[in-house]
Every structure is written in structure tokens, then in C-alpha cells.
């Protein structure tokens, strides 16, 4: 789902290069033959040896703390955000700028634990209030304290449905302030996702004078943010650069900045982007593009991480009806498909196979071990194209109907997926058709039944915001919820989640979602496929950055400097 | 009377073709499937509250010749609206971008003009090696695409020599020329090779021709020959190919600007159409018409300065 703007590119390129009659020589780019018949051979030799050296796939958190100060780092996005006010920063560029700006009530940190920021404490007198006790001497860049005031407007802005973060106040009932220091919550009903969400822009806190002087342009290139964060906005050069300062009023002074500028430039192509790592143009970047894995693991002028991530890779079942709703085709499809070979082709080794579950074990920020112990129940990723067969049998003439996969058309990744899909299907006699759709038409998939109609599934690259597996599976298999696209009802699974939505105590909120976790691994309500690690490409002479996802809301520029190299 | 009458009529023709363009190029963008939503929203699912919030917002739901003709009030009122991504002026964010555009075209253009007439030149007057040397350069040069040439210059020049940086575009006269030293080159590269060619064809055309050997017989240096009779001649095919290549390399600017993320007005494009950002889609593609057509006009007169016969008409060629 998050889409990746890079890649959308290149579909766009053949065919403007159009000149006059005259001078027809402009040159055909394509990548549809040659590029697949490349691909589908490496997916053939996919176990192909891994270095000694190659680094640890989604596991690494942090990176060797920074020794010394450094003037300027020059970082990558792959594209340019749209804005900075933190209600629309909902996608991984303006993100990744924006928390080292804008800070939130919790803190996510790069071990997935949720831990207090500008919130000093929290606490749940009853399932429907939520107690937070404001963090006193917190000072905005511009000197100026952050008082109460400031968090309730700002957290009263997300009641507007215009915000992206809206969904997280769904239960809201109201927000004001109740002591000098402490801002009440009242839920219309319990939801224990709502006080994670606080590590998010959803707690987000700016300065409500400010914000509403500037009114419809704040977060625009032209006016920038203001927040508490290590860093202050310098400038935005439209389409070329923003530039964040060293914050020196930075309340956590144990944690203050050591970098003095941090200037962002933005590089769709995923080969630019490798050789400027390369070349030291740029010093580091995250979601380093998977084509350049190996070419920046090898590299001397830097180190590559493959970060501890929430991205999940999965295929959606689009319908209640059509072939997929036949549990026994769901489950032979599944079986057809090698979930490691995939990991290792379409991400270049930057990801680990997923088991019978969308909630990849690294999204636990709390009830690791009972997580653990429940993965370590739950069968391995393996193809068996004999069960697989059987079922493909059992299931009669539903079997013989051809499906549709749809792909959003010029995205490499989930080409190659589809491409994968459709040759694991064959081996087991099922006809999988791909159809490609308009990149600014493949968001409507999740939102519209009329889109999805005539596709029987799609595939999505989506991330939990937060460490609570509950964010992305409720929406997405409670009945009537906005993601549960083929009607999935399972009883035991709903009563499960209900409960745990509800459930203050995290063991057994834990214990609940895992009991569901074991019905839906054989339900397969969807298909899990791949848990992508977040690529981290660090600059010789830098060191420090967190290297897992947290980085789309912890203030992670905060903890890069010198390397001492 | 003559160029007054001429630049009325090319005025009055450039108008209507913007109009049009603009109808066409906005109708094209609102059948086309999609919405900024996505581009909005990362393409990650939010409340359909929060839709619905965004489409009264921005104006999404409303009929096309609505949207077309309240967007072209604006426009005649000298207001081009602002971006739906970014929410800024849409003149602001295009003056930001047009000068490094304008800057890769006149430096690309620049080379192929130089190169291009030179090498020609070169190639028709020295016949053997040289010859032979520049015909097999121009084949592969006009074969290759300038995102290959742009791969190619990278490798060699920024990983390997460390002589340009890869990215960006740079501040500054001399930052700029600089880095946009290889995008130009990138994407001059077909254009240079095409125009050498022509001008060896066309060189080589004059230098049979009879009034050249009366001019040799009649004992004029060879180089007054060349310069008066062989080369002025061929510069009116050369001058005709060179402005249309010319004017080709703002919409070829595109794939050399992603290349080595130069941030100009054809990345700028595809961006924006992307993410259906109707008025910014709008204002840079009325920005190529209006420069292609200026770049034509302009050849028009360099075709009349050059050959006394040709005269300037109010109908274009």
C-alpha cells in the first residue's frame, strides 16, 4: 500500500521523448521482456549462497553510537514530501523528516517499546479515560514553553476528519485539559490501539499560536514547522532540498543534536539514489532501494543495515466470492508459492519469509515471548505442491475457473510477485491471470468494492504504524470493518479480538491476539508473504542512526555524529 | 510591417494553441483514472471520512466543464491556482524550477550546436580515419537513449573519475555548469551525433556542387571557399534540424532530470501528472507549448536571416 513515488516513474518515461517526424530516432524504454526473463531465471537459482558477511536480515535495531560532532549530513529521500504539518504527514518521506521536528506525547523507540516524550506519564484510571501528565520545561524552537494548551489544540485537530490520523480518534469522545499539567481523554468505547498511536503524529504537538497564525500554510514549503523536536526547519527549496538546523533549545539535552545541519535531497530513480550512497554525494539514507542491496552491502565508502521493520508483504483476497473463497484453494495457493525464494528474489535478500500470519514477529513491542513461542508454532514456509494438488482436486470445478491478480503497473516489486504467483499457481493446474492497473488507480483497491471488482486478489506492501499487531489485523478480519474485504467471519477470531481491543493488560491482549494468530493461520483470510527489512545505508563517517523502522516517528537524526573515521 | 504582421500571426496562433491544449491536456488528466488521494495519503488506507474530507477540499468531485471553466477564469486572471500536493502557488513552485530547466536545455543545446557543426564539418572536409572515426561515434551516439548514456556517465565520471557529482543541480554559475556538466552532455549526446550527420550530408552535398568547383577554379583559397559557399549553405537544412532538436530536448529533459535528480520542470511534469495535480500539470505543459512554439519561431527567423530567399509569412511553415 505505501507507494513507493520511484517507482512509479519509469512507466512514465518511454514516450517523451516524441519529436517531429523528422527526427524519429527517441529511443524505446521498456523493462517488460528482458527484465522478467532475468527475473524469472534468478528465482530459479534464489538459494544462492549468502556471503559470511552479509548482513543480518530485520534484526539489527541500532547502529555504533556517534563519537563526535559533525557539521553537515547530507541524507536521501526518495521523495519529496508533500508537507510538513504533521496531521498530513502520513507516508514515509514526510515522516521520516518531520519527526525530528514535530514531537508526540509517546516515543517510539528503535526497540518497538513505546516509552513517554512530551508526555511525562500515562495512566488508565478506567478502559475509558486516558491520563497524560504533560512534560514540564519543554520548550519550542522559538524559545517559547509548550503549555497544555498547545497539546490539547493539537490533538483536538485530529477530530477533523481532513486529518490523515483521523482514524486513530474513531473512539474518541472528547480531549481536554484537567490539571495545570495533565490533558484527559474520554473514549465512546475501549481501544487499547489509541495510546500507541500517541508515539505517532496522531499525538503530535505543535504550538497552537503559531499554527493557527499561519493557518492553511503551515507544513508548506514556504512557512516550514515548528515543533519541540532536535531539529528546527531552516528552508525548503522547492523540489530540491529542506534543510532542518540543529535545534539549541532542545529540551532532552541528554539527547541533543550533533549534527549542525541535516540537508534532504530527493532521488526517485533507484539507481541514482545507489550511486550517489555510493559516491558519498549523499551519507546516508533509509529504504535504501532493494535493487542496489548488494552493490551498497559491498561497498567501502559505507555500511548497509537491514533493520528490524513492521513492513508486511501480503496478497489481499478481494472478493466474498470467486475461486479464493474455497478455504482449500487459498490454502493450495499458499502452499505453491515459496515464500523464501520471494523474500530473497524480489527484495534482493533485504527480507525474511513470512509463516501463516500478516504480524511479522519483530512488530511485538510487548509479549515477545509468548509471540515467540506462538511463531515457533506455526509451520514453516514450505511448498508442498502434492497437498497442494490434492486440494486443488478436492476443490472441484471451482478449481478450473481462471483468476485475476491485479498489479499496479510499472511497480517492479509487486510485478514480480504477481509474476511469481501466477508460475506457482500453474504447477498446481490453477489459472491466475495479471492484471496490471494505473498506479494512481491501485489505492482505490483498498477503499472502493467497485475497483475491486473482477479481481479475485492484489498485493499490498503495507506497515504497522506501531508495535500493536492489533492496528493492522482488526481492521482487516473483525466482520464489517472497513478492510475485510472478502467478509471473513470467524466467531473464535472475533471474539478474540474484540476482547483484546478492549484488554488493558498487555500479556493478555498478547495471549488473545495470538489464540486468534493460530485460527487464522489455517483460515488464511489472506496470504502472508514477506517481511522486508528497512535498508539503512550510513556513510563511513557517520554512525549512530537507529536502523530499525522507528525512524518514521522517533527523532532519529538526533542520534547521528561523527564516527570518529 | 512585415515581422509585425508575422509576430501578430504567431501570436494569435501560439493563443489557440494553448487554449486547446489546455482543454485537451485537462480532459485527458480528468478521464484517466486515479486520484491525488493516493498521493495524499501514501496509498495507505485512511477513514473514508477523511476522503470525503479531501474530495470537497480540493474540488474532486465536481463535473469536469465546471472544473475546466472555473480553472481557465482563474488562468485569464493571471492565477494558475495552487498545487493540490503541496498546497503552494503553482507560480512559485514553477519559478523555483524553470531556471535549472532553462539552464540544461541551453547548455545541451549549446553542445549540440558546437559539437554537432563541428564534428560535421570535421568529418566532411578530412575524409579517411577522422571520417571514418566520427561516422562510427555518431552511429552509436544516436543509438543511445540518454538514460544509458546518463548510466554510463555515472560509472565512468562520478564512481570511477570522480570528477562530477551524481546529483543535483547545483547553485551558483560555476556549481551549476558543473553539475549539470553530464546531464547536458546526457542529453545532448543523440542530438550532437544527429547534427553532426546532417551536416556532413549537407556539407558534402555543397562541396560537389558546381558553383564550388567555379569558386575553386577561380582561385579562391580553400578556405574563404569553405566558409562562403559550402559551409553558408549547408547551415539551412543544419539550422532547421538543430532548432526542432533543440526544441525536442525540453520535453527529453524529463529523463535526464530523473536521472540525476535535477530538479527541472520535466521531472516536475511527470510528478504532477502522478499525482493528478491538475494545475500544475496545466501551467508547466502551457510552459512547453509556449517555448516550443517560441523555439520554432525563432528558427523561422534564423532560416530567413540565413537564406535571402526564404521570407517571413504570416502562415508558419
Known sequence: ?????????????????????????????????????????????????????????????????????????????????PGLDWIYCYNYEENTVVANITESLMRLTPQFTIEPSLAESFSEPDPLTKVYRIRQGVKFSDGSPMTVQDVVFSLRRNLDPASYWNFAYVNVKSIDQSGQAEVTIKMKQPDEVFHPLMSTPAGGVGKASYVQAKGKSYGTPQVGALGTGPFVFQSWAQGTSIVLARNANYWDTAHAAKVGQIH???????????????????????????????????????????GKSMIFTEIIVAGPSGPLADHK?????????????????????????????????????????????????????????????????????????????????????????????????????????????????????????????????????????????????????????????????????????????????????????LDAQAVMANDL????????????FLNKRITGAPASFCYLYYPWARDIGSSGQ | VRVISFAASRLAGLAVTLLLTSFVVYGALYLAPGNPIAILTGGRPVSQRTITAIQAEYGLNKPFVFSYLNWLEKVIGG???????????????????????????????????????VLGVVSALRKGPADTAILAGTTVGIATPSFVAAIMMISVFTLGLHWFPAIGAGTGFADRLWHLTMPSAALALAGTAYVARLTRAAANEELAREHVDTARSRGIPEPLVVQRHVLRNALIPVTTVAGLTVAGLIAGSVVVENAFAVNGLGSYLVTSVEQKDFPVVQAITLLLVAAFVLVNSVVDVLYALIDPRVRLTGASR
Not at chain 2, 93 to 116: E, K, M, N, Q, S
Open chain 1, 1 to 81: 500500500m505505501s507507494e513507493d513515488p520511484r517507482q512509479l516513474r519509469a512507466g512514465y518515461l518511454s514516450g517523451h521523448l516524441s519529436r517531429r517526424e523528422l527526427l524519429r530516432y527517441a529511443a524505446l524504454l521498456g523493462l517488460s521482456g528482458p527484465a522478467l526473463t532475468a527475473f524469472l531465471s534468478a528465482c530459479g537459482s534464489s538459494s544462492s549462497t549468502v556471503g559470511a558477511t552479509a548482513p543480518a536480515i530485520g534484526t539489527t535495531v541500532t547502529t555504533p553510537p556517534a563519537k563526535g560532532t559533525v557539521a553537515r549530513v547530507n541524507w536521501g529521500l526518495f521523495y519529496e514530501p
Open chain 1, 329 to 513: 484453494l487459498r490454502t493450495a495457493l499458499l502452499l505453491s508459492i515459496d515464500r523464501q525464494a520471494l523474500a530473497k528474489s524480489v527484495y534482493n535478500n533485504g527480507a525474511t519469509a513470512l509463516k501463516n500470519t500478516v504480524i511479522p514477529l519483530a512488530e511485538w513491542g510487548y509479549g515477545q515471548a509468548q509471540a515467540k513461542a506462538a511463531w515457533a508454532k506455526l509451520a514453516p514456509p514450505k511448498v508442498d505442491l502434492t497437498q497442494a494438488k490434492q486440494l486443488v482436486d478436492q476443490a472441484g470445478a471451482q478449481a478450473k475457473a481462471p483468476m485475476t491478480i491485479a498489479t499496479r503497473a510499472s511497480f517492479q516489486r509487486y510485478i514480480d510477485i504477481a509474476t511469481i504467483v501466477q508460475a506457482s499457481a500453474s504447477q498446481i493446474g490453477l489459472s491466475v491471470h495479471i492484471k496490471p492497473i494505473a498506479p494512481n488507480d491501485y489505492g482505490d483497491l483498498f477503499f472502493s468494492s467497485k475497483a475491486r471488482a473482477g479481481i479475485d486478489m492484489f498485493i499490498s506492501e503495507n506497515y504497522a504504524d506501531i508495535p500493536e499487531p492489533l492496528e493492522i489485523v482488526y481492521p482487516a478480519v473483525v466482520p464489517a470493518q472497513q478492510y475485510n474485504y472478502n467478509n471473513y467471519n470467524n466467531p473464535k477470531v472475533t471474539s478474540d479480538l474484540t476482547q483484546a481491543i478492549r484488554q488493558t493488560s498487555d500479556p493478555r491482549r498478547a495471549a488473545l491476539i
Open chain 2, 79 to 117: 492565477n494558475f491556482g495552487k498545487s493540490i500536493v503541496f498546497r503552494e502557488n503553482v507560480s512559485t513552485l514553477i519559478t523555483a524550477r524553470v531556471g535549472t530547466t532553462a539552464f540544461l536545455v541551453a547548455y545541451a543545446a549549446l553542445l549540440i550546436i558546437i559539437f554537432g557543426v
Open chain 1, 525 to 536: 483470510a489472506a496470504l502472508p508473504l514477506a517481511n522486508p527489512a528497512v535498508p539503512l
Open chain 1, 264 to 306: 534532504f535531497s530527493f532521488i526517485p530513480e533507484e539507481s541514482t539514489m545507489t550511486t550517489a550512497l555510493l559516491s558519498g554525494g549523499i551519507d546516508g539514507a533509509y529504504h535504501t532501494p532493494y535493487s542496489g542491496l548488494s552493490k551498497l552491502h559491498a561497498s567501502s565508502a559505507g555500511k548497509l543495515y537491514l
